[in-house]
């Protein structure tokens, strides 16, 4: 089992920018991916952000360019610094992570319990 836990979620300003955070803690040895997704009210869950282990990147089209998304393999975090906020940007955010479980040969997702993004106009 892995276990998330996300901070840096909070109330911004158009334009602004907030740095999410998430640690991973468990039995962790076979984490692959890490990063992160989100859901605005009404929508369905999208994909924000994933570095691989190696350190490979894959953004979501609304975000590139004003996102970064960073992984600390010594620590197991995985962090999400948002820049230029837009109110479009409001949403849930949740950590996410696959680990691979060799005696299974598959992979599992993991997910954090959220932390609300509100960008104010």
């Known amino acids: 089992q892995v276990q998330l836990v996300e901070s840096g979620g909070g109330l911004v300003q158009v334009g602004e920018s907030l740095r999410l955070s998430c640690a991973a803690s468990?039995?962790?040895?076979?984490?692959?991916?890490m990063g992160w997704y989100r859901r605005a009210p009404g929508e369905q869950r999208e994909l924000v952000a994933l570095i691989s282990r190696l350190g490979s990147t894959n953004y979501g089209d609304s975000v590139q360019g004003r996102f970064t998304v960073s992984r600390d393999n010594t620590k197991n975090t995985v962090d999400l610094q948002m820049n230029n906020l837009r109110p479009e940007d409001t949403a849930i955010y949740y950590c996410n992570v696959d680990q691979y479980y060799e005696s299974s040969g598959s992979y599992v997702d993991y997910w954090g319990q959220g932390t609300q993004v509100t960008v104010s106009s």
């Open positions: 468990g039995s962790i040895s076979g984490i692959n991916h």
